[in-house]
Nanobody, 116 residues
Framework: QLVESGGGLVQAGGSLRLSCVAS????????IGWFRQAPGKQRELVGY???????DYADFVKGRFTISRDNAKNTMYLQMNAMKPEDTATYYC????????????WGQGTQVTVSS
């Protein structure tokens, strides 16, 4: 099970931190990632973090978003800075990501809205 939290309304240029808490599987044995889906659009990769802490990001968030994980807490984070209206979407975490492809369980999502 994965549960996201931390979404909300923020002004352009502001920051939010999302959390994804995992339970019921070997959290620290997988690369895990964040995805987002805006209305009328396909779900897309935001970025993911490997078991060794290495990260990879979509070009549209590089330099603004940071993914981290705390294996002791079975939690992954997404720190979002310098946010833009186009970041508005529902953000989901996935419990297993292979070369950017989600293959694990999904959380229920958390809504992020960025006002201009």
């Amino acid at each position: 099970q994965l549960v996201e939290s931390g979404g909300g309304l923020v002004q352009a240029g502001g920051s939010l931190r999302l959390s994804c808490v995992a339970s019921g599987f070997n959290f620290d044995g997988y690369a895990i990632g964040w995805f987002r889906q805006a209305p009328g659009k396909q779900r897309e990769l935001v970025g993911y973090i490997g078991t060794d802490g290495t990260t990879d990001y979509a070009d549209f968030v590089k330099g603004r978003f940071t993914i981290s994980r705390d294996n002791a807490k079975n939690t992954m984070y997404l720190q979002m800075n310098a946010m833009k209206p186009e970041d508005t979407a529902t953000y989901y975490c996935n419990g297993a990501v292979v070369r950017g492809i989600p293959v694990g369980y999904w959380g229920q999502g958390t809504q992020v809205t960025v006002s201009s």
